[in-house]
């Protein structure tokens, strides 16, 4: 039986890319599903067909917006008890010099990424704490670990997801808690696509070349990692595409 047997998931920004491939491989695994983001219809789509192909698991969504905290707070209350917490949902905003970015790109970054991951973990690990069980796996970013150029914010706020994740495991460490990060290179999702505010074929050119990650990829990994024995924890994993050796480097095929 897989560890993952039963146990309540909540997979934050589950209506697209890495998100939406965790809640089909955790439905795999017989986990419940309790599935946020802020496109309700996508995430009733998801629902619907999950539960044609897993009828004995039990899959709970509400519409997310991790920026704000009462929201936050309404859909923790809504799940109750989450042995694995997915912290996914985040977005960059533009490629453009320290100097172009407005603010409010800035803003949508730093609230996603860091404040709303933040207020989610806040809502769910007092519960984890008081049953001393579960497990926070944070989705962070090559660009946390190595900045560069144009893309400042982001990598800062995932550079601020990587202190936050260390901290708290520093806070977690007398406890059963385990706390992960997973930290992708280049991965083929809609990321780009918003990046560049729905241009496509830019979206495209980012993964011209070479054979980028996709979300089950990712997936197949935050599912080791949930699945390892409670005694295992998995702190760091950064997972390139094999064409990939750091943020910025990339053979791509002429
Ligand atoms: P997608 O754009 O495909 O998915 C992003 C998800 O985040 C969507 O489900 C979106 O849902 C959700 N989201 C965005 N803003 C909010 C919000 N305010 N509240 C709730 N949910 C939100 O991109 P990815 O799957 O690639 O991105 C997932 C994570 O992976 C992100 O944290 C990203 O930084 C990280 N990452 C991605 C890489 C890549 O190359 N793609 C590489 C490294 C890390 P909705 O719009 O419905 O709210
Ligand atoms: C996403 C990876 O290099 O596009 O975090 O910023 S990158």
Redesign the pocket.
Known sequence: MSRLQGKNVLI?????????ACARHFAQAGSNLFL????QD?LDALKQELEAKYPSIKILIHA????VKANVNAAIDFFGDIDVLVN?????IGLDKLEDITEEAMDTMID??VK?LVYVTQAVVPGMRARNKGHVIN?????GQQAYGNGSIYCAT?AAVASVTRALMHETVDTAIRVSEI??????????V?RFRGDKDKADSVYKGLVPLN?DDIAETVIFIAGRPDHVNIAEMLVFPTNQAAATTVYRKP
């Open positions: 934050t920004g589950a209506s697209s890319g890495i998100g939406e946020a983001a802020r496109r996508r997310l917006d991790v920026r996914n949902a985040g977005l960059v996603t990424n709303g989705i962070g970013s090559v660009a995932k930290n992708p290179g280049l991965v083929e999702t809609e990321f780009s918003i979300g």
